[in-house]
């Protein structure tokens, strides 16, 4: 079956930097659209950035020129380089992934989700 396992959330200082992992298994994903989100205490889960399966990238205004999304085909593995993190920025993040290729910022698109890695800014 498809499985999505986030890994690299921990606790940074203003101004620090941190790099989330997503494993794929059962799943291709250099083949489907690959998307973050990120949802803190009391909020709706909310967009962050997708890539799609040519390597097109988009990111939500909050993160842009801040965040980088990648992924490295021959690990079968995406990513969520975070830089210059803000306490706004505290939150669960969220890897998924869709069946299809086109990137996509609504969470209903997605058909697969991991369980979540927690990334904490400190003040």
């Known amino acids: 079956q498809v499985q999505l396992a986030e890994s690299g959330g921990g606790l940074v200082p203003t101004g620090g930097s941190l790099r989330l992992s997503c494993a794929a298994s059962g799943h291709t994903l250099s083949d489907h659209a690959m998307g973050w989100f990120r949802q803190a205490p009391g909020k709706e889960r909310e967009f962050v950035a997708t890539?799609?399966?040519?390597?097109?990238?988009y990111y939500s205004d909050s993160v842009k020129g801040r965040f980088i999304i990648s992924r490295d085909n021959a690990k079968n593995t995406g990513y969520l380089q975070m830089d210059s993190l803000k306490p706004e920025d505290t939150a669960v993040y969220f890897c998924?992934?869709?069946?299809?290729?086109?990137?996509?910022?609504?969470?209903?698109?997605?058909?697969?989700w991991g369980q979540g890695t927690q990334v904490t800014v400190s003040p």
């Open positions: 890539i799609d399966a040519l390597g097109s990238t």
């Open positions: 998924a992934s869709r069946t299809g290729g086109a990137r996509a910022i609504l969470s209903t698109f997605y058909n697969f």
